[in-house]
Nanobody, 125 residues
């Protein structure tokens, strides 16, 4: 099993940056991809970015490409989401999730079998 805990959310003004962290624990192999997702108020949860098990490859949703950057501290097993030039429409609950069956992950939410509880990000205009 993999336990995931997100942190780093908060209230920020538009145009500023925020870095979220996802601390993973509980896995002896640590061979899983991790994705970041978000759920805006009143909307469905959407994929943002993923990083493969060894941190050497990433993929992004078109909507955040160029503004968000996913990275991984392999030694600490912490996955980060750097969010720059934030906009009010980025307001959402942000979740990290682990796909324990695919080393290279996917953009499909149902493929992720472990989820954190989420962290709130609010961007004011």
């Amino acid at each position: 099993q993999v336990q995931l805990v997100e942190s780093g959310g908060g209230l920020v003004q538009a145009g500023n940056s925020l870095r979220l962290a996802c601390a993973a624990s509980g896995s002896t192999s640590k061979r899983y991809a991790v994705g970041w997702f978000r759920q805006p108020p009143g909307k469905e949860r959407e994929f943002l970015a993923l990083i493969i098990w060894n941190g050497r490859s990433t993929d992004y949703a078109e909507s955040v490409k160029g503004r968000f950057t996913i990275s991984k501290d392999v030694a600490k097993d912490v996955i980060y989401l750097q969010m720059d030039n934030l906009r009010p429409e980025d307001t959402a609950v942000y979740y990290c999730a682990a796909d324990s069956t695919r080393l290279y992950g996917s953009k499909v939410q149902s493929n992720y079998d472990y989820w954190g509880r989420g962290t709130q990000v609010t961007v004011s205009s």
